[in-house]
């Protein structure tokens, strides 16, 4: 096979297109690959098909690919038409997409890099700078986003994450497959509003449940564009009603504690996350451990056994229904312990949202788990100039966009 027939492979070139030269660059380590149009066929204009009148030809270059260890380059002057209906346009070339200066075949492979490293790896496997990687998965967010006719919004659930240092949030929304929807900046009402406005109405008239933290700001944003409905989707996921007890359960101790005497405290010190854990993933040694702590620290072990009959209620163990909660939100608001009552009036409060969330098994541990993904997405960002193209990172790797590229 001889060099051209090579190339026209490698290229996927087809009449008219055809490489007329291969040229070595040592110096450079470069090859460079030529191409022509056959211009005997005649030549067509891009939108209607129809032959027109060659306009002039414009020389132009595109990365592709590396031939072993030679970065390689294709030339080609490039026809333009002039049709009598669409004006002086651009024959489109098969081997790369629009004004890219990079050929299909590695703007895709750097994409395909880029779900997997960070892009300063990629920079250097492939020898170009961070504008250019940033600029492909820009394009390939903006595609994928485009493509993105139906997205499943279900059962939606949002969630806040810090990003970078001090107190800098955004706002992800997810779905129940993990599929990052849109995401905002700020933890605010607004930011969920933000998001929102970014869905296909379509896609939002079959929301049924959007799972959420407490926080009065989504419940109200979500009041706000779902009207009405709101009532019947907010739904307050479990992670959170256990965050709420386990709190209760550490400050009770902590207020008990002061009361002990010294060795006590500091044997109650060393076991205090015993406390915190679920009843049934205890050692036996453990579980011995609590049973006798329970003597001396009667109101800790009482808000403990609230929020593992919580657990309970939720896990269906108990009658997962409004009396079970019933009877529980009494034993709370009755007991005469403070952080308990407390914690029980916020459940109240929410308890709507609570009946939802296990009504449809709704729950945010795929949004945890999207919120721990972009954790570790920051831990690669390198090269991150701003916020912005962090966002656009994780809807790169979390959205689940169809990006890929075709002619
Ligand atoms: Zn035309």
Not at 333 to 350: M, V, W, Y
Request: net charge positive; aromatic share 6%.
């Amino acid at each position: 096979m001889d060099q051209l027939t090579l190339y026209n492979r490698i290229l996927e070139l087809s009449p008219p297109w055809h490489a007329t030269s291969v040229d070595l660059k040592d110096d450079e380590s470069e090859v460079v690959v030529t191409v022509a149009f056959d211009q005997t066929q005649g030549v067509a204009c891009p939108v209607c098909g129809n032959q027109c009148t060659l306009y002039d030809q414009r020389s132009r270059r595109w990365r592709h690919l590396d031939t072993c260890q030679y970065k390689t380059i294709v030339e080609a002057s490039v026809p333009r038409v002039n049709c009598p209906e669409h004006g002086v346009l651009t024959v489109q070339v098969p081997w790369a997409d629009g004004s890219s200066h990079h050929s299909i075949k590695f703007e895709n492979e750097v994409l395909k890099w880029a779900q997997e490293v960070s892009i300063l790896a990629i920079t250097r496997r492939f020898k170009t700078s961070w504008s250019v990687v940033d600029r492909i998965i820009q394009k390939a967010i903006k595609r994928g986003l485009s493509r993105r006719w139906e997205v499943d919004c279900t059962h939606l659930s949002v969630d806040e994450t810090c990003i970078g240092k001090g107190r800098d949030f955004i706002t992800i929304l997810s779905n129940r497959n993990g599929q990052v929807i849109a995401i905002s900046d700020g933890r605010s009402g607004s930011s969920l509003l933000n998001c929102l406005s970014t869905i296909p109405i379509q896609c939002l008239q079959k929301t049924r449940t959007i799972s959420m933290d407490m926080s009065s700001a989504h419940i109200e944003a979500t009041k706000r564009f779902f009207g009405n409905k709101a009532n019947k989707m907010i739904s307050i996921d479990h992670f959170h009603v256990s965050k709420v007890l386990t709190t209760a359960v550490s400050s009770t101790r902590l207020s008990e504690l002061k009361e002990q005497p010294s060795l006590d405290k500091l044997h109650s010190h060393k076991t205090r996350y015993l406390w915190l854990r679920n009843r049934h993933n205890l050692k036996v040694q453990q579980s011995n451990e609590l049973n006798l702590q329970q003597t001396s620290m009667v109101k800790t072990a009482y808000v403990w056994m609230l929020k593992e009959k919580a657990r309970d209620i939720w896990t269906g163990i108990e009658p997962a229904n409004r009396r079970s909660w019933a009877q529980w939100l009494y034993l709370a608001q009755n007991s005469g312990i403070k952080a308990l009552e407390l914690a029980a009036e916020t459940i109240r409060a929410h308890l709507k949202g609570i009946l939802t969330a296990m009504k449809h098994q709704s729950s945010n541990a795929r949004a945890e788990a999207v919120n721990k993904n972009v954790k570790n997405l920051a831990r690669l960002a390198h090269g991150f100039r701003n916020r912005d193209r962090y966002k656009s990172l994780i809807m790169f790797r979390y959205g689940q966009l169809d990006m890929s590229m075709t002619h």
